[in-house]
Nanobody, 124 residues
Framework: EVQLVESGGGLVQPGGSLRLSCAAS????????IGWFRQAPGKEREGVSC????????NYADSVKGRFTISSDNAKNTVYLQMNSLKPEDTAVYYC?????????????????WGQGTQVTVSS
């Protein structure tokens, strides 16, 4: 059974940084993508970024380009999301998810497995 576990959320001041981690286990796919999504209260789930397991290619939402960086450690089956220059509008529950055919899209419908989420709050 595929399991995805997020960690690293918390409270940070505007302009600060956080690094989220997504540890994946229980899968046998050779070519997949891991994506990060976020959902703020009263808003739809938004794709933030994704990374391919095979070649490390990445995709970012315009709202986070230049501020967020996604990376992976395949030996640890872990994907990271480094978030810099955080803004109050980045406040949300952040989820990681696995796309088992690596479409590299940021639509939630492309993803088959989801973690439970970690809260990120940007506030002074």
């Amino acid at each position: 059974e595929v399991q995805l576990v997020e960690s690293g959320g918390g409270l940070v001041q505007p302009g600060g940084s956080l690094r989220l981690s997504c540890a994946a286990s229980g899968f046998t796919f050779d070519d997949y993508a891991i994506g990060w999504f976020r959902q703020a209260p009263g808003k739809e789930r938004e794709g933030v970024s994704c990374i391919s397991s095979s070649d490390g290619s990445t995709n970012y939402a315009d709202s986070v380009k230049g501020r967020f960086t996604i990376s992976s450690d395949n030996a640890k089956n872990t994907v990271y999301l480094q978030m810099n220059s955080l803004k109050p509008e980045d406040t949300a529950v952040y989820y990681c998810a696995m796309d088992t055919i690596a479409t590299m899209g940021l639509g939630h419908y492309d993803y088959d497995y989801w973690g439970q989420g970690t809260q990120v709050t940007v506030s002074s």
